[in-house]
């Protein structure tokens, strides 16, 4: 594939990934909240649900996905629910480092799965890449390779942007030593990840 589309493809996935949205709203209440021990799991997730998108507007599988509807309307509401559960559990959690720091024993499926779900529950990622890859691409000619070359360069922006949003919210949570001040930041991560699954559940 030509170089010049993928930085161009590259270029417009850095602005609307950069952009917050549920997604990372979720994931910044998550290591203010707990610490960025534990997200890799969403991560991958949410990298993951990217590429199955990207995967269905590239094949011109639009109109299929439309066709699992209830599928794809379970998974969100499932999602929704977790991200809610999160919340609460942010909400009350000790307002200490040591306390809330510590991850949740077998966390990591649930957390995959809350990072899937969220990505999955929205698909105006999918309209996303409907509308920009016929501009800078023949999505008619693409060849399994090109399609490579495409989720390779999503993925490398997604995992700089992500991984950024996780450091600067993991050095916003060591500047918060006083239980008064991590009982704010709780709150606040159980604010966004509320946020988070009430713009999920309204698109």
């Known amino acids: 594939m030509d170089i010049a589309a993928l930085l161009i493809f590259a270029g417009a996935l850095i602005v609307a990934a950069g952009s917050p949205g549920p997604s990372i709203a979720a994931l910044v209440a998550r290591v203010l909240a707990r610490g960025a021990r ?11 649900g990217e590429a199955i998108w ?15 509807q209830p599928v794809f309307a379970a998974i969100k509401w499932s999602g929704v629910a977790y991200l809610l559960y999160l919340a609460w559990k942010m909400w009350s959690a000790p307002a200490n480092i040591e306390a809330s720091g510590t991850p949740p024993k077998r966390g990591g499926l649930r957390m995959f799965a809350a990072g899937l779900a969220v990505t999955l529950g929205n698909p105006k990622i999918m309209v996303f890449y409907v509308a920009l890859l016929p501009t800078i691409i023949d999505v008619a000619s693409l060849t399994i390779a090109g399609w ?9 922006v997604l995992i700089a942007i992500d991984l950024a949003w996780v450091f600067l919210a993991a050095r916003l949570r060591v500047l918060l030593k006083s239980p008064a001040a991590m009982r704010i930041a709780n709150r606040c991560s159980a604010g966004m990840m509320a946020g988070a699954a009430t713009a ?4």
Do not use: K, Y
Not at 55 to 64: E, R
Not at 200 to 203: E, K, T
């Open 38 to 48: 534990d997200v890799l799991p969403f991560l991958a997730a949410m990298w993951i």
């Open 54 to 68: 990207l995967s269905l507007a590239v094949w011109g599988l639009s109109a299929l996905a439309q066709s699992f």
């Open 148 to 156: 490579v070359e495409l989720t390779a360069t999503m993925v490398v």
């Open 200 to 203: 999920i559940a309204s698109r």
